[in-house]
């Protein structure tokens, strides 16, 4: 009951809306059974209830739900007062109602309770003990009417008016009771639910918050990784430019190197252009994908630009095109480990795109090498490592934390034969049916 009458992540403006939509849900339901309860009294009891004042009631609930149903149409906010004047609303009705058919002798004034509760869940605490106390008054009142009176009380020995009159107070104690539990400890209760809730909102706005800024500065360190080659290339040829004399630099080779470095101003634009893209999309916890094929054709046409000189084989072997997560901090994962390998082959480098048994996606990559020196394996996929001094060992790191962001993993073994082969799986994308 907790649970459905307080809403998940709802603030108090919300959470008041909903309130009154469900309380007029329980006005109707209520309105509906006690009118067929009523039929069904009257056809069997002597007692009747005045056909006058059941239409008269019956207008009120109506017309309260017509209001009620309006207000819900309206964009202006439900104030806590204002859902508990709807509350009231009910408390009147039952009040006349019980005034004309019994008292304090009608279960029907049980139903108290029933408001109690709801007002514990859905309102603060100063309207819950407002209404308990009120609730007590009002049964005090009715309890009060009938010992006096004898109203709905039944005929009999002055032992059994006795008796029923005990039989009144130990409802009357029964109610009192209940009322203060609920006013204390089913406030508490859903208090304690709202905050849960509020700190899970939290705590998973905080996850997806903490999502993007992995993923974002995954892809900036990826990047920063990715400028490293063709800025080296470029310190190296200004280098050489630079102990040039006027004549020498008006040779014709001075332009394939002058070509060179345009090349690669060009991929430092474009790498730093894919990582504000990337930062400015709509969504940046949105995973891209692309067919294998072209996943493949990407990161070919980027280590050719980069690498012209070095020997790369890339092999699809599967007959498929299954699609694969291709945002740019996985694009940069493969190609640092491929440019690992370039560096550390002695004639080439060979690359496959396959399916693998549990339909995961496998690229393989393996080089004729010496292999990997025993200090990187022992501590792989830590920062910092590193066997060469102009490197900042982020590579292997970056790569693992881009892959297994996305559910992927990373393998690196030592050949028998010598060199290395790593072993990089990729989830499918499960393309959705129309």
């Not at 008054?137 to 109203?151: E, K, M, Q, V």
């Not at 095109?321 to 190609?335: C, E, L, N, R, T």
């Not at 399916?355 to 996929?381: H, T, Y």
């Amino acid at each position: 009951m907790l649970e459905s009458l307080v809403p998940e992540g709802l603030d108090q403006s919300a959470l008041a809306r909903l309130g009154l939509q469900r309380l007029l849900l329980l006005r109707a339901l209520i309105t509906i059974f006690s009118a067929v309860g009523v039929v069904i009294f009257q056809s069997l009891s002597s007692i009747t209830v005045p056909a006058s004042l059941i239409i008269a009631l019956l207008l009120v609930i109506a017309l309260s739900l017509g209001f009620g149903l309006w207000r819900l149409t309206v964009d202006t906010v439900i104030s806590q007062r204002e859902l508990f004047g709807h509350l009231l609303i009910d408390v009147v009705v039952l009040v006349v109602l019980l005034s004309n058919t019994g008292g304090a002798s009608n279960p029907l004034i049980s139903y108290l309770l029933v408001l109690l509760a709801i007002t514990a869940t859905i309102l603060p605490r100063r309207f819950v003990y407002t209404f308990t106390l009120g609730g007590i008054l009002i049964y005090s009142y009715f309890l009060l009417r009938d010992i006096s009176s004898g109203h709905g009380m039944p005929m009999g020995s002055m032992d059994q008016d006795r008796i029923f009159e005990l039989h009144l107070v130990g409802m009357w104690i029964i109610f009192s009771v209940s009322a203060v539990l609920i006013s204390v400890f089913l406030t508490r209760m859903s208090a304690a639910i709202r905050d849960r809730e509020l700190t899970l909102a939290e705590a998973r706005e905080n996850e997806l918050r903490n999502e993007q800024l992995v993923a974002i500065g995954t892809l900036a360190a990826g990047t920063a990784h990715a400028l490293g080659t063709p800025l080296s290339t470029m310190s190296v040829l200004l280098s050489e430019l630079d102990n040039l004399d006027e004549e020498q630099l008006k040779a014709s080779h001075i332009k394939e190197d002058i070509s060179l470095l345009r090349q690669q101003v060009v991929r430092c634009k474009d790498s730093l252009n894919q990582l504000i893209r990337y930062y400015h999309k709509n969504n940046p916890a949105e995973e891209e994908s692309l067919p294998l094929s072209d996943f493949a054709s990407d990161i070919s046409d980027y280590i050719t630009n980069i690498h012209p000189s070095a020997k790369v084989n890339f092999v699809i072997e599967t007959e498929a095109d299954p699609v694969v997560i291709s945002d740019q901090s996985v694009k940069h994962a493969v190609i640092n480990i491929i440019e690992n390998g370039i560096k550390a082959a002695s004639q080439e480098v060979n690359i496959s795109f396959k399916l693998s048994r549990n339909s995961q996606i496998e690229i393989s990559i393996d080089d004729d090498g010496p292999g990997i020196p025993a200090k990187v394996m022992e501590n792989m996929g830590e920062p910092f490592i590193s066997t060469r001094k102009d490197s900042m060992g982020l590579g292997i790191f970056l790569a693992n934390a881009a892959i297994q962001r996305i559910g992927g993993s990373i393998e690196m073994f030592n050949l028998k034969l010598g060199g290395a082969l790593t072993l990089i799986r990729l989830p499918m994308v499960k393309i959705k049916e129309a």
